[in-house]
């Protein structure tokens, strides 16, 4: 039994990552901005009990992140497992605006998210991480930030904070290696969510079945990597 704290877990990836952990007998710390209004997971917390901790965190608020952490660190709470799922693919959550209509808000929103909350809370959240069993960050990316495999136009802003959250995590798993934390991006596949539509080729349960298989493999010899929900290495 191990102990994950997921961002953005009320719907989609981080939904499903919280039902599969769960069914297998894990303990899971549930964020997300508004808990009041997370049906799903109250449905859960009655099923799972105590296993099952819903907490309210805005990741691109300062204080909600430390307000989560006094919370957590209080509890004497340790976590062998950070999955930094939240994200959005543009300012106002459903669709960037196309080339010609660009705006440094929008850009800055979806950095702030997909980019700079990750290394925060992956920064605020490194003592829980301390001596536990094989610490892990997965920070969630997608092949959209795989620069060497890019061939369409367009989401100029969701792209380019996928990469720039790729180079996070690298420079992270560097820091932390002597730690022997490892630290990872995975691409989930193009998967039916919200995000990803309902013409996606991928069902939401195999992405996820396939990337817990994924984290459990990894070891300290697999740090600063980009892999798919299928193991399989992503060229940056």
């Given at each position: 039994m191990i102990t994950i704290l997921i961002t953005g877990a009320s719907r989609g990836l981080g939904l499903e990552f919280t039902k599969q952990y769960l069914n297998r007998g894990d303990n899971v710390i549930a964020t997300c901005r508004q808990p009041e209004n997370a049906k799903e997971l109250e449905t859960l917390q009655k099923d799972f009990g105590k296993n099952l901790e819903i907490e309210q965190?805005?990741?691109?608020?300062?204080?909600?992140i430390a307000d989560l952490y006094r919370k957590l660190s209080d509890k004497s709470i340790k976590i062998n497992l950070l999955i930094n799922n939240a994200g959005i693919i543009s300012g106002n959550e459903?669709?960037?605006?196309?080339?010609?209509?660009?705006?440094?808000?929008?850009?800055?929103?979806?950095?702030?998210?997909?980019?700079?909350?990750?290394?925060?809370?992956?920064?605020?959240?490194?003592?829980?991480?301390?001596?536990?069993?094989?610490?892990?960050?997965?920070?969630?990316?997608?092949?959209?930030?795989?620069?060497?495999?890019?061939?369409?136009?367009?989401?100029?802003?969701?792209?380019?904070?996928?990469?720039?959250?790729?180079?996070?995590?690298?420079?992270?798993?560097?820091?932390?290696?002597?730690m022997e934390i490892t630290v990872?991006?995975?691409?989930?596949?193009?998967?039916?969510?919200?995000?990803?539509?309902?013409?996606?080729?991928?069902?939401?349960?195999?992405?996820?079945?396939?990337i817990i298989k994924v984290i459990d493999s990894l070891s300290i010899a697999d740090t600063g990597k980009f892999y798919d929900w299928q193991r399989n290495e992503i060229q940056w």
């Amino acid at each position: 039994m191990i102990t994950i704290l997921i961002t953005g877990a009320s719907r989609g990836l981080g939904l499903e990552f919280t039902k599969q952990y769960l069914n297998r007998g894990d303990n899971v710390i549930a964020t997300c901005r508004q808990p009041e209004n997370a049906k799903e997971l109250e449905t859960l917390q009655k099923d799972f009990g105590k296993n099952l901790e819903i907490e309210q965190l805005d990741v691109t608020s300062k204080k909600s992140i430390a307000d989560l952490y006094r919370k957590l660190s209080d509890k004497s709470i340790k976590i062998n497992l950070l999955i930094n799922n939240a994200g959005i693919i543009s300012g106002n959550e459903k669709e960037g605006p196309p080339f010609g209509e660009l705006n440094k808000e929008d850009f800055s929103k979806v950095y702030q998210v997909n980019t700079v909350s990750p290394i925060l809370i992956s920064e605020k959240f490194l003592p829980l991480l301390k001596d536990v069993n094989e610490p892990k960050i997965v920070n969630i990316s997608s092949m959209s930030g795989s620069i060497s495999n890019r061939t369409r136009s367009g989401g100029y802003a969701y792209s380019s904070s996928k990469s720039a959250l790729n180079m996070m995590t690298k420079t992270l798993s560097n820091e932390l290696k002597e730690m022997e934390i490892t630290v990872v991006v995975i691409h989930p596949g193009w998967v039916q969510t919200d995000m990803g539509g309902e013409n996606a080729p991928l069902e939401l349960e195999s992405s996820i079945m396939g990337i817990i298989k994924v984290i459990d493999s990894l070891s300290i010899a697999d740090t600063g990597k980009f892999y798919d929900w299928q193991r399989n290495e992503i060229q940056w």
